[in-house]
């Protein structure tokens, strides 16, 4: 004896509301879209810092390979060279990309109270 599906999910929602389903039944359905919502601005977020940090990756770059700042490097800090200047570099953007986040974060969490 196979019981068949209601082919209107309101009729699916009526039979559940009055079994008592339906609180139950919402409350998970929004707890996911809620979840989902989070999430998937999360991975946009994400991706939108990805695409910055390889812009800005390749700005620094470009500024450090040029001559005038290769000059300017190598006399004033002898001990650095092409290496010890990217190793330098990638140093000091980590210790303030650090800092901005414990800044912002924060920030963020002032405004949630």
């Not at 991975?43 to 500024?63: E, P």
């Not at 290769?70 to 010890?84: C, M, V």
């Not at 200047?85 to 303030?96: D, G, K, M, P």
Request: aromatic share 14%.
């Amino acid at each position: 004896m196979e019981k068949k599906l209601p082919k209107n999910y309101k009729e699916v929602l009526k039979r559940l509301e009055e079994r008592g389903y339906k609180i139950e039944f919402q409350s998970h359905l929004s707890y996911f879209r809620k979840q989902f919502n989070k999430r998937f601005t999360d991975f946009i977020v994400g991706a939108f810092a990805l695409v910055t940090a390889l812009l800005w990756s390749s700005a620094i770059n470009k500024t450090l390979n040029s001559e005038r700042v290769k000059t300017f490097f190598s006399e004033a800090f002898p001990i650095l060279k092409d290496e010890g200047l990217s190793y330098a570099t990638a140093f000091v953007v980590t210790v303030v990309a650090v800092v901005m986040i414990v800044i912002i974060s924060k920030l963020l969490k002032l405004e949630e109270k």
